[in-house]
C-alpha cells in the first residue's frame, strides 16, 4: 500500500482545484455489471455513498425502488473538523462515527456504490466502513468501488461520481478531498474478505473498478 | 432559468372559484363599479380574498414548538420542532429557517437546513443551500448541485391516498395533478 497521508509529498501540495462542472465522461464496465445485477432485483434498495447526485438518484429511482444517499466522506470531515491534523488518526473513533453513519439494519441494501470513498477516507474509518458495508448489505447483494492504481499520485482530484447512462459516468472534479493511500489487489483482497466474490476491472484511467458480492 | 434566489417568496395566486373579472385588467377598459370592486380585490380582505396573493410568511427570528399547520403557502424562515401539516399547500423553507420536524404539505422547497421526513403529494425541491437529514416520499423531486441530502427517497408513482385525497380538495377545477411518471428534474450550478 502506498501513502499519501502524513508525507511530505501529500502535505505540501494545495488541494487541487479543478474547475467545477468540467465534466469527464468515462466508459465503466464495473458499472456496467452492477447495473446488470441490479435489474435483476424488483424494487431494489440502494444506497449511495457518495455526494447527492440528481442523476444518480433520477437513474436509480428508474428502478423502482429506494434509493439512500449519505455523503460518507463529508461525515468524516465535519467529524474530525473539530481535531488538530495530527490528531485525527488517533482521535477519530470508529465506533462513535458509526453509531451515526450507516446506521441501518442488517441486510437493508440490494445494492452499494462506494465510488472511491476508501481512497479518500481516513485510515482508521476504511475497515470498519467495509464491515458495516458487509452488514447492511443483503447476502448475493452487490458493491462497486473504485481504486486508484499506483500511478496515482497525491494531487489525484477527488471526483464526484454521476450516472449518465448504463455504461457512462460522468466524474465532476471537487476540490474537498485529497487522496490518502493506494491500495494494491492482495489489501483489496484482504478488505472485502467477508465478500463472497470479488471482481476485478481495469480501466484506462489509472482507476481499478472492484464488484464485490456479498 | 430554474433557479430562484434563495430569498425569493413563493408567489401563488389562487384563481377565482368561479368566472369573473381578470383580477388585474386595465383600469381604463374597465367600469367605475368595477374598478372599485378590482381595488378591493388587491386590498387584503377578509370578504373577497380570492384574489390576492397568499403566502403566510414567517421571519427568522420566530421560534415554533409544537405543530405548525395550516391552509395556505408558507415562507418559513424561523425555527420549529415539532411537526408541520400544510397538507395541500406549498410550503419554502428560507435559508435561514431550521426545522425538526416531520413535513407534510403538496409541495416542499428547502433552502435551510431540515432534520425530518418530508412528505409531498406533488413535489420536493432541494436547493443548493439545502441541508436535508430525513427521507423523502414524493411524486417528483428536483435536487440542485450542493444541495446535501442523507436519507432515503421514495418515488411515489402515485400521490399517497390520503395526500392524494388532500390536493384534489383544494379545488376541482384548479388542481393539476402531478404527472404519474416519477421524475427527477437535474439541475446545476451557473
Same mark, same amino acid.
Given at each position: 500500500m502506498r501513502w499519501f497521508r502524513g508525507t511530505d509529498e501529500a502535505q505540501d501540495k494545495p488541494v487541487t482545484k479543478s474547475s467545477a462542472h468540467q465534466r469527464i465522461s468515462r466508459?465503466?464496465?464495473?458499472?456496467?455489471? =452492477?447495473? /446488470?445485477?441490479?435489474?435483476?432485483? %424488483?424494487?431494489?434498495?440502494?444506497? &449511495?455513498?457518495?455526494?447527492?447526485?440528481?442523476?444518480?438518484?433520477? =437513474?436509480?429511482?428508474?428502478?423502482?425502488?429506494r434509493v439512500y444517499n449519505e455523503d460518507i466522506l463529508r461525515a468524516a470531515r465535519e467529524a474530525a473538523s473539530g481535531l488538530k491534523q495530527g490528531e485525527v488518526a488517533e482521535s477519530l473513533d470508529p465506533q462513535s462515527f458509526f453509531i451515526e453513519n450507516l446506521a441501518h439494519p442488517e441486510h437493508r441494501f440490494d445494492a452499494i456504490?462506494?465510488? &472511491? *470513498?476508501?481512497?479518500?477516507?481516513?485510515?482508521?474509518?476504511?475497515?470498519?466502513?467495509?464491515? /458495516? *458495508?458487509?452488514?447492511?448489505? %443483503?447476502?448475493?447483494?452487490?458493491?462497486?468501488?473504485? =481504486?486508484?492504481? %499506483?500511478?496515482?499520485?497525491?494531487?489525484?482530484?477527488?471526483? /464526484?461520481?454521476?450516472?449518465?447512462? /448504463?455504461?457512462?459516468?460522468?466524474?465532476?472534479p471537487a476540490p474537498d478531498f485529497r487522496l490518502q493511500r493506494i491500495f494494491n489487489n492482495r489489501h483489496i483482497e484482504n478488505l472485502f474478505k467477508e465478500f463472497s466474490s470479488l471482481k476485478f476491472f481495469l480501466a484506462r484511467d489509472n482507476i481499478r473498478e472492484v464488484l464485490a458480492v456479498r | 432559468m430554474w433557479k430562484s434566489r434563495p430569498d425569493d417568496k413563493p408567489v401563488t395566486e389562487r384563481p377565482s372559484p368561479q368566472p369573473g373579472p381578470a383580477p388585474f385588467a386595465n383600469p381604463a377598459s374597465v367600469s367605475p363599479a368595477s374598478l372599485s370592486k378590482d381595488t378591493r380585490a388587491a386590498e387584503p380582505s377578509k370578504t373577497n380574498d380570492t384574489f390576492r396573493v397568499e403566502v403566510a410568511h414567517i421571519g427568522k427570528s420566530v421560534k415554533v414548538k409544537g405543530e405548525l399547520s395550516g391552509s395556505e403557502d408558507l415562507y418559513f424562515d424561523g425555527e420549529v420542532e415539532g411537526s408541520v401539516d400544510l397538507c395541500e399547500h406549498t410550503l419554502t423553507v428560507g435559508p435561514n429557517g431550521r426545522i425538526r420536524a416531520n413535513i407534510l404539505a403538496r409541495e416542499i422547497i428547502v433552502h435551510g437546513k431540515i432534520e425530518g421526513n418530508l412528505r409531498a403529494s406533488e413535489k420536493v425541491e432541494l436547493k443548493k443551500s439545502c441541508v436535508l437529514t430525513g427521507d423523502i416520499s414524493t411524486q417528483r423531486i428536483v435536487i440542485e448541485d450542493g444541495a446535501f441530502f442523507r436519507g432515503a427517497i421514495d418515488i411515489q408513482k402515485d400521490g399517497k391516498p390520503e395526500l392524494k385525497k388532500a390536493a384534489i380538495a383544494v379545488s376541482a377545477d384548479t388542481t393539476a395533478m402531478a404527472a404519474s411518471s416519477p421524475q427527477v428534474s437535474l439541475l446545476h450550478d451557473e
Open positions: 466508459h465503466s464496465t464495473g458499472f456496467t455489471e =452492477f447495473t /446488470r445485477t441490479l435489474a435483476g432485483y %424488483k424494487n431494489p434498495s440502494v444506497l &449511495d455513498l457518495g455526494p447527492t447526485s440528481s442523476a444518480n438518484i433520477s =437513474f436509480l429511482t428508474g428502478y423502482g425502488g456504490l462506494c465510488w &472511491d *470513498i476508501p481512497d479518500y477516507l481516513h485510515e482508521a474509518l476504511v475497515k470498519p466502513m467495509v464491515e /458495516r *458495508i458487509s452488514t447492511i448489505l %443483503k447476502p448475493g447483494g452487490v458493491m462497486l468501488a473504485f =481504486f486508484h492504481t %499506483k500511478d496515482a499520485g497525491p494531487d489525484s482530484p477527488y471526483c /464526484r461520481y454521476h450516472i449518465g447512462q /448504463r455504461e457512462i459516468l460522468e466524474l465532476e | -
